[in-house]
């Protein structure tokens, strides 16, 4: 059970990282 929670917490900290680029990527202006 703790092995799963620590890779559901990684998941989960992937899937934050990979939003926070999106976002970035949004904000730019592309030519």
């Given at each position: 059970?703790?092995?799963?929670l620590?890779?559901?917490?990684?998941?989960?900290?992937?899937?934050?990282?990979?939003n926070?680029?999106?976002?970035?990527?949004?904000?730019l202006?592309?030519?």
């Amino acid at each position: 059970l703790l092995l799963l929670l620590l890779l559901w917490s990684a998941i989960l900290v992937e899937f934050s990282h990979c939003n926070e680029k999106i976002k970035n990527a949004d904000s730019l202006t592309f030519p």
